[in-house]
Structures are given as structure tokens and as C-alpha cells.
């Protein structure tokens, strides 16, 4: 006897009996995702981190060569004396933010979620489901981390090198200032270079363009604020923010004579350029949530 049309053969099909995470756990997926992909070509992340550790040795360097040394800021044989030694490490986190922190971000910072877009990823990640929220923190957590590994983790080992080169214990307890300092310079440029480069790259649809806006605003609005604060008020040099880190770095390590800013910069406060600083990052990472949860309610990434 034939088998009735429409029969339904079982092919071997097998319920999923598998872990079964909680939907809190999905970003970091996302956060994981973000970490390998940077990995993966050596012009993205790797380029950033060997510029990180080639700046790492030439600060250890001078430290260690140079640490009876002193340097005159400020007024010649009778100004002020700064030992090299202490000021390595404040001027040393400036370089980690220009070059290997802006190197990430124009690699592969400013084109994350640009990329997404571009691509129509979001259709794919929505489906799945996941949730705006999952993909804001788990790219922000991704990417915080790497940048963390180029602007806290070094200086932090600077530190702690610091700390080596003293003669005795006494004089050890009396520099550990130094890390927990070094650890909240480092937290505020990771927040800094995290969320507005990303910021940046939600708001354009190509990669290119995002590059682009993201080093123009690095760059050009950077170079204008400076100009603009020399003719009107100092705090608006903290809207710059190699600026603004430059300042709240010599501050807290007080090495104020290595500010460089001129007679009117000069009077930046730390305070502002703090608060500065945190509005920004808090703007970007609310325009980034905007961005996302209008593209999650349009059911579309960009090209779909």
C-alpha cells in the first residue's frame, strides 16, 4: 500500500538540549565577536599595540638612563626643576592617546558601527534576537577594551617601573600615588577614545565617510577650540581632547609646568576639563543608543 500524500518523515531531528544562557549575556557575545575580529588583521589592532609597546620601551628607557637627571621648565638655571624620571610617565600617556589610541580608532574605531550599517548587519543581529542595549554595551565593552590595553595597561606597567627604580622601601610607599593616578587617567582617555570615535561611526552610513568626520573632528574641531580658547575663555581648550587630558594628566601627577599651553591655556582647570570630558563621552554614548534603537524599531541596518 502506497504511504498517503503529505506524510511527515522524522529525519532525525533533535530538540536542542544545550546550555541555555541568559538573554543579560548576549552582549558579550557581541563584546567577544568585536575582540577577534580586531585581532585578526595586523593593521587594525596589532599596529595600534606595537606602537603602544615601542612607546612603552623608549619611556622605560629614558626613566632608567635618565633618572638623575632634572629638566628647567619654566624660567631657565632658576626655574622650575622637574626630575625626568617623574615626568616620563605624565608625558608618556599623551603619546599613548596620539598615536596608538588614534591609530585603533581610525582603523578600526570609527568604522564599527559604520561598518554595520554599511553592510545591512543589523538586519542580522536583530533577528537573532538581540537587543539595541546587547549591541551598544557588548561593542562598547569590545572596544573599551582594546583601547584600555593601549592607554591603561601601559602606563600602569610604567608605573610600575617607577616605582622599581626607587632606592628604598620608604621611598616606594611615598610614589604609590602614582597607580591609582595612572589608573584614573587611564579610565577617563579609555572612556574618551571609546565612545566618541564610536559615536562618530553611528551617525555615518560608509566607512569612509566615518573615517573621514571622525579625524576631522578629531583633528580640525580640536585645533579650532584651542584657537577659539586663546581668544575667548580657557575652558573651551577642553572641548579638545588631547587638551583636556593633558590637562587633568599634569595636574594629577603635578607637573604643571609641562602643560605647554601657553600663557592663556595655562589656566585650563583639571575640574572643567574633566566634566568636559565626561559630557562628551556621555553625549556620545546617548547618540549611539539613539542610533542603534532606531535602527532596531526600522527592522533595517542600512542597505536592506
Known amino acids: 500500500m ?56 623608549i619611556a622605560g628607557a629614558i626613566m632608567y638612563f635618565m633618572s638623575s637627571r632634572e629638566m628647567r621648565m619654566i624660567g631657565g638655571a632658576n626655574g622650575i626643576a622637574i626630575k625626568i624620571v617623574d615626568g616620563a610617565l605624565p608625558a608618556s600617556i599623551e603619546w599613548y592617546c596620539r598615536f596608538p589610541a588614534f591609530i585603533l580608532s581610525l582603523t578600526l574605531g570609527s568604522m564599527i558601527i559604520a561598518s554595520d550599517t554599511q553592510t545591512g548587519a543589523f538586519t542580522f543581529y536583530y533577528v537573532r534576537p538581540v537587543r539595541a542595549r546587547d549591541y551598544v554595551l557588548g561593542k562598547l565593552a569590545g572596544y573599551g577594551f582594546l583601547v584600555a590595553t593601549l592607554v591603561m595597561v601601559p602606563p600602569l606597567v610604567l608605573a610600575g617601573f617607577r616605582l622599581g627604580l626607587c632606592d628604598n622601601v620608604d621611598q616606594v610607599v611615598s610614589y604609590l600615588w602614582i597607580l591609582p593616578k595612572t589608573l584614573a587617567v587611564g579610565a577617563l582617555a579609555t572612556l574618551a577614545y571609546t565612545a566618541i570615535p564610536l559615536a562618530i561611526s553611528s551617525l555615518m552610513g560608509k566607512r569612509t565617510y566615518a573615517v573621514a568626520l571622525w579625524a576631522a573632528y578629531y583633528v580640525l574641531f580640536g585645533t579650532i577650540a584651542v584657537g577659539m580658547a586663546q581668544a575667548s575663555s580657557p575652558a573651551v581648550a577642553a572641548l579638545d581632547l588631547q587638551t583636556a587630558l593633558r590637562a587633568v594628566t599634569f595636574d594629577l601627577f603635578d607637573v604643571h609646568a609641562m602643560r605647554g599651553f601657553g600663557k592663556e591655556l595655562s589656566r585650563l582647570s583639571s575640574t572643567t576639563a574633566i566634566i568636559m570630558l565626561l559630557a562628551q563621552v556621555a553625549a556620545a554614548i546617548g547618540l549611539i543608543w539613539y542610533q542603534v534603537s532606531r535602527d532596531e524599531k526600522s527592522g533595517v541596518g542600512g542597505t536592506s
Do not use: E
Request: charge should be positive; avoid cysteine.
Open 2 to 57: 502506497s504511504a498517503p500524500t503529505g506524510t511527515i518523515y522524522d529525519l532525525g531531528y533533535k530538540r536542542y538540549v544545550g546550555t541555555r544562557r541568559s538573554t543579560a549575556t548576549r552582549w558579550r557575545v557581541i563584546m567577544r565577536n568585536q575582540i577577534a575580529t580586531a585581532w585578526k588583521k595586523w593593521w587594525r589592532y596589532k599596529l595600534a599595540l606595537f606602537l603602544a609597546i615601542v612607546t612603552t620601551f
